[in-house]
């Protein structure tokens, strides 16, 4: 059974750090690509950063420079450091992967393409 479970967010202040973590079950993030995507109130889902089976990650314009994401294949465990946190950052984090998909990224629109999801980790930045 495939199963994806996020923790690590909170609540942080403006110019904080926070460690998200998602433990993977049922399949390898090793021949996977992984991705963690964002939804804020009444805004889409975007894509925050996503690391292929190979190891090659990719990030979305607000992630680049302050985000960092990284795996653990021993765990089968996929990460996502944050830093510089803003209040625009505030929303749900979800972890996602698309299964048997070793070298491309998979920050599509929306998620489209994602084979599963975890229920997501709330982050909320404040001033």
């Known amino acids: 059974q495939v199963k994806l479970v996020e923790s690590g967010g909170g609540s942080v202040q403006s110019g904080g750090s926070l460690r998200l973590s998602c433990v993977a079950s049922?399949?390898?993030?090793?021949?996977?690509?992984m991705a963690w995507f964002r939804q804020a109130p009444g805004k889409e889902r975007e894509g925050v950063a996503s690391?292929?089976?190979?190891?090659?990650?990719s990030y979305g314009g607000s992630a680049k420079g302050r985000f960092t994401i990284s795996r653990d294949t021993d765990k089968n465990t996929l990460y996502l450091q944050m830093n510089g946190l803003k209040v625009e950052d505030t929303a749900m984090y979800y972890c996602?992967?698309?299964?048997?998909?070793?070298?491309?990224?998979?920050?599509?629109?929306?998620?489209?393409?994602?084979?599963?999801w975890g229920e997501g980790t709330l982050v909320t930045i404040s001033s």
């Open positions: 690391i292929s089976g190979g190891g090659r990650s």
């Open positions: 996602a992967a698309k299964v048997d998909y070793t070298w491309g990224t998979c920050l599509g629109p929306g998620g489209v393409g994602m084979d599963y």
């Open positions: 049922g399949f390898l993030t090793s021949t996977s690509c």
